[in-house]
T-cell receptor, first 118, second 112 residues
Framework: GAVVSQHPSWVICKSGTSVKIECRSL??????MFWYRQFPKKSLMLMAT?????????EQGVEKDKFLINHASLTLSTLTVTSAHPEDSSFYIC??????????????FGQGTRLTVV | QQQVKQSPQSLIVQKGGISIINCAYE??????FPWYQQFPGKGPALLIA?????SEKKEGRFTISFNKSAKQFSLHIMDSQPGDSATYFC???????????FGAGTRLTVKP
């Protein structure tokens, strides 16, 4: 299957700082990328959907000014957690899909990024 | 946001046994139902998926059963192996969008 890579795999940051997480599609052009958040032993909660070249669509309850998403190219989307606080500590996962004949293809997931805010 | 309900929360099965995980969805617009396997510290990996035009799909030891009228679908893992021990998530979504909603997950433990 297609490869989606996230970087970093884990990061520890101080409260009040910002952290950027990258999601790259390595062998296909990702027209759409999704960002999820997963708490320990919990399900994946969709945070936002981003389409290349346009603004991300955020799910209800997700602060767009806190979680900045940029999808500047067909192979890269970034999630920046601004002014991080301990409650932002979580496992963040991206997925990416491309379009084929007008329809989105299967979405492939990255390996996730564990963020710990101290 | 929890539009897909999954049970059980955890499941313990003996090696060689059958593991069964059930899901129910609410949104009738959903037409794509994948199952994902996730190991600790890793992202989910697609295991098998089904569209509503069929009632069953089998790939190796993994089978999805789908009941459109009941809005339910289930994953059966035949001849379960210790290597199958992982968390399994069902999901529902609109096929063209890949905008999926995930179930709460089932932690499967297969005992040798």
């Amino acid at each position: 299957g297609a490869v989606v890579s996230q970087h970093p795999s884990w990061v520890i940051c101080k409260s009040g700082t910002s952290v950027k997480i990258e999601c790259r599609s390595l062998d296909f052009q990702a027209t759409t990328m999704f960002w999820y958040r997963q708490f320990p032993k919990k399900s994946l909660m969709l945070m936002a959907t981003s389409n290349e070249g346009s603004k991300a669509t955020y799910e209800q309850g997700v602060e767009k000014d806190k979680f900045l998403i940029n999808h500047a190219s067909l192979t890269l989307s970034t999630l920046t957690v601004t002014s991080a606080h301990p409650e932002d500590s979580s496992f963040y996962i991206c997925s990416a899909s491309s379009r084929w004949r007008g329809a989105n293809t299967e979405a492939f997931f990255g390996q996730g990024t564990r963020l710990t805010v101290v | 946001q929890q539009q897909v309900k999954q049970s059980p929360q955890s499941l313990i099965v003996q090696k060689g046994g059958i593991s069964i995980i059930n899901c129910a969805y609410e949104n009738t617009a959903f037409d794509y139902f994948p199952w994902y396997q996730q190991f600790p510290g890793k992202g989910p990996a697609l295991l098998i998926a089904i569209r509503p035009d069929v009632s069953e799909k089998k790939e190796g030891r993994f089978t999805i059963s789908f009941n459109k009228s009941a809005k339910q679908f289930s994953l059966h893992i035949m001849d379960s192996q210790p290597g199958d021990s992982a968390t399994y998530f069902c999901a529902g979504g609109v096929y063209n969008n890949n905008d999926m909603r995930f179930g709460a997950g089932t932690r499967l433990t297969v005992k040798p």
